[in-house]
């Protein structure tokens, strides 16, 4: 079923004309290029009262089509060569150009007008009023019609609908005093590729306590690890400690080990119905079928399907229904993969719908981000949770771009920027490695995917003014193994490298972990645990940020001096 809504002033605008013997809504299709003359049933016509349709606007290659309501400067009533003499065709005037494959909508007066006994449809008239009222109550009309429509879909439906659509794919809001937390995924050494979190993947204490993953997760290939938001399986869920939920209840390959940093705590708010929205959808795609969703998601689920994109009209001058174009890129291309791939497409294909399947090369992009908070300071988990945003919905950004598809910076950026939190970010792209700008146009034999987000300088709009020197003070965390040593003179002597390093360190250097490291390990007198380890950097008057494996560099300031303030390595058998 299709739904179109029905505005106040075109309810009566069409029972104005009917009433006075118009003709109304005469349609008339556009094809791939557009007539000269657009005839008329029911010539010779006095006069067009209505005239609607899409015109392509913007320079070539920037084109856009947008609705249009023409005026009597924007047409001309003139006869054709069959019949010159009345005025049986509109011809519309340059610059406007009627976009290809479109309609037009057209109410006008005939020559020989229907007899009709109105005569007065003034304003304040008997005729005139009873027409508005009937129109105001049919406007109201299809205003609760369009609510009960938009209620049926997930993408439109709101409270208590949208809580009855949820609960067809088993989602249910999370309301104001349940449980939600965060759980850390680590991925496996050496394991390759992109890993996928399923949403709703169950993470437990192994003794009965449950949660859920409230969104999907994804490490990138060179993403050790990521956080995944979790609520738990029901109201009455238990708040758990740090590092109590270990336990993931189906294994995902590429993920060694789960774990919570922080304590679980309750809601103070209800779900949105954004959030909400959003949750719903991802359930339908992991668990649906017959969906270009469903089926997108479960090819790209495959651990050797680097990208899938999907055209439902490839080619829009010759739409052609119940037809799908399918590019799918294989990071290894072999007679048993591409088996594998059409038995997946054949488990999760629409009905009835025929898919071209096309075998596209990837194209990988990468793009560096320098963001820019509000306020003076925020804390370091919320920024990672920003971070966390912008891979996401980045990340989904592109897999929607279709092969020959135009990579368009403005919007991308505006996804970034719609977190409240951030006020400014600047994101420099690259194809295979090459910069980009704007408009670039990706081959029409490849399929894009986002293969890496790196994070560089984070700053604040509010940071103190740099007029005078700015203490850093460095802290670090974590085990070592494996001692040659005491572990006194082992921590004794990681302390003493650890200061040299950072006494080498000048205003507006980069603290990168892999460098601390490298300038702090002894492997033949320990064994430095590398995921255990944190470097904690703190400016005064400003936040602090925690460093992990894994991690881009963090910058200082331009007048900062460094000094060593704990060093807390412990042996990590006890």
Request: hydrophobic share 45%.
């Amino acid at each position: 079923m299709n739904f179109a809504e029905r505005t106040y002033p075109d309810i009566v605008r069409d029972l104005l004309t009917v009433l006075t013997g118009g003709t109304i809504q005469e349609v008339k299709e556009i094809g791939a290029t557009a007539p000269e003359l657009i005839t008329l049933e029911n010539h010779p016509v006095r006069r067009v009262s209505h005239l609607a349709g899409t015109v392509v606007v913007g320079r070539p290659g920037a084109e856009q089509r947008v609705p249009y309501r023409f005026t009597e400067k924007d047409f001309d009533l003139v006869g054709t060569d069959a019949n010159p003499i009345d005025k049986v065709a509109i011809k519309l005037r340059k610059p406007h150009r009627l976009a290809p494959n479109s309609t037009l909508e057209i109410n006008y007066y005939p020559e020989r007008l229907k007899p009709t006994p109105i005569t007065d449809v003034n304003v304040g008239s008997v005729a005139r009023t009873l027409i508005e009222t009937i129109s105001r109550e049919l406007a109201t009309q299809y205003q609760q019609l369009d609510l009960v429509y938009r209620s049926a879909f997930i993408e439109t439906a709101t409270g208590d609908g949208l809580d009855k659509v949820a609960a067809l794919v088993d989602v249910r809001r999370i309301t104001r005093g349940a449980p939600v937390g965060k759980v850390r995924f680590i991925r496996a050494a050496a394991s390759p590729g992109d890993i996928f979190v399923p949403i709703n993947s169950v993470v437990t204490d192994g003794k009965g306590i449950r949660y859920l993953t409230t969104v999907e997760g994804r490490l990138l290939p060179n993403q050790a690890m990521t956080e995944v938001w979790v609520h738990g399986e029901t109201e009455r869920t238990k708040v758990v400690e740090p590092g109590v939920l270990i336990v993931l209840e189906r294994a995902i390959a590429g993920i060694a080990s789960i774990t919570n940093d922080e304590a679980t705590w309750l809601a103070t708010e209800d779900e949105t119905d954004r959030q909400l929205s959003d949750r719903a959808r991802r359930a339908v795609h992991a668990t649906g079928k017959g969906t270009l969703d469903a089926l997108r998601f479960g090819l790209e689920s495959l651990p050797f399907v680097s990208a899938a994109a999907i055209a439902e009209f490839p080619d829009p001058a010759v739409p052609a229904p119940g037809q799908i174009l399918l590019s799918v890129a294989l990071s290894v291309d072999t007679p048993n993969n591409r088996a594998i791939v059409e038995r997946r497409i054949e488990e999760l294909r629409p009905a009835g719908i025929y898919v071209d399947l096309r075998y596209a090369g990837g194209l990988k992009l990468g793009v560096s981000i320098d963001l820019v908070f509000a306020g003076a300071r925020l804390a370091t988990s919320e920024q990672e949770d920003a971070k966390a945003r912008i891979r996401t919905e980045l990340s989904s950004a592109i897999t929607r771009l279709t092969p020959g598809a135009t990579l368009r910076m403005g919007p991308l950026a505006a996804l970034v920027l719609r977190d409240e939190r951030l006020i400014d970010a600047k994101l420099s792209w690259t194809a295979d490695n090459a910069p980009i700008a704007d408009g670039f146009a990706i081959p029409p034999d490849k399929a894009a995917r986002l293969e890496d987000v790196a994070f560089g300088s984070i700053t604040f709009d509010q940071a103190s003014a740099d007029s005078g020197p700015i203490a850093v003070h460095v802290d670090l965390q974590g085990s070592f193994s494996n001692l040659a040593m005491s572990e006194s003179g082992a921590q004794a002597q990681i302390t003493a490298r650890l200061g040299a390093f950072l006494g080498k360190l000048a205003g507006g250097s980069s603290v990168a972990f892999d460098a601390l490291v490298s300038a702090v390990r002894d492997d033949a007198a320990y064994v430095l645990d590398l995921d255990s380890l944190v470097v904690v950097v703190e400016p005064d008057g400003s936040a602090f940020a925690e460093l992990r494996r894994g991690d881009p560099a963090w910058t200082s300031p331009a007048s900062a001096t460094f000094s060593m303030r704990t060093v807390a390595i412990t042996s990590a058998v006890p």
